[in-house]
């Protein structure tokens, strides 16, 4: 079976600081890899996702996540946050095509001025 | 650009009740997903489904549950009796055949409360 944890619930971070969203999944096969961003009261959006071959996933809005197998990690980054990347941000993994997503908890980020 | 899109918004009903919600899942996807989201909690999965039936469950899909596509457009969960439990925002998701269908596409979810 496979699961994801996201380690912070919450990161507060203030604007234009850089920040990482931490994700580490357990699987026993091959997994591909996505975060998703929550805006409030708004549905699921595809951030960024890793199907195969290069490590580092650029995504929308300035995000990238870099797959570490042998750390069992794909944490998310952005060099300079603005007020509106405050949302909430789950990371999923999926064993095959097709197949359900697992959710992480969840993290809320918090940009202040 | 298309959408995945969710009917009613909002849905209160009593314990006990039935309730159906409804999706209208991106034309040309042939998958369709549904998740649940109770308040703090994480998302989980409930059902897949594909070539007019259920492909993947969790085990919260019992059988209290069911899932139709009743036309070419409109993808539905239906709930028999609801619980309290049940209150929870319902998200639907479809996909593209064959490679693309790793992208999962969400509807804005229905926000379900069983009082």
């Known amino acids: 079976a496979q699961s994801v944890t996201q380690l912070d619930s919450q990161v507060p971070v203030f604007e234009e600081a850089p920040v990482e969203l931490r994700c580490n999944y357990s699987s026993s096969v091959s997994v591909y890899l996505f975060w998703y961003v929550q805006y409030p009261n708004q549905g699921l959006q595809l951030l960024l996702k890793y199907l195969s071959g290069s490590t580092l996933v650029k995504g929308i809005n300035g995000f990238e996540a870099e797959f570490n197998k042998s750390q069992t990690s794909f944490h998310l980054r952005k060099p300079s946050v603005h007020i509106s990347d405050t949302a909430e941000y789950f990371c999923?993994?999926?064993?095959?095509?097709?197949?359900?997503?697992?959710f992480g908890g969840g993290t809320r980020l918090m940009v202040k001025p | 650009e298309p959408e995945v899109t969710q009917t009613p918004s909002h849905q209160v009903t009593q314990m006990g009740q039935e309730v159906i919600l409804r999706c209208v899942p991106i034309s040309n996807h042939l998958y369709f997903y549904w998740y649940r989201q109770i308040l703090g909690q994480k998302v989980e999965f409930l059902v897949s489904?594909?070539?007019?039936?259920?492909?993947?469950k969790s085990e919260i899909f019992d059988d209290q549950f069911s899932v139709e596509r009743p036309d070419g457009s409109n993808f539905t969960l239906k709930i028999r009796s609801t619980k309290l439990e049940d209150s929870a925002m319902y998200f639907c998701?479809?996909?593209?055949?064959?490679?693309?269908?790793?992208?999962?596409?969400f509807g804005p979810g229905t926000r379900l409360t069983v009082l």
């Open positions: 999923a993994v999926s064993e095959s095509a097709g197949n359900m997503l697992t």
């Open positions: 998701a479809s996909s593209e055949p064959g490679t693309l269908r790793m992208e999962q596409f």
């Open positions: 489904f594909y070539n007019n039936e259920i492909s993947e």
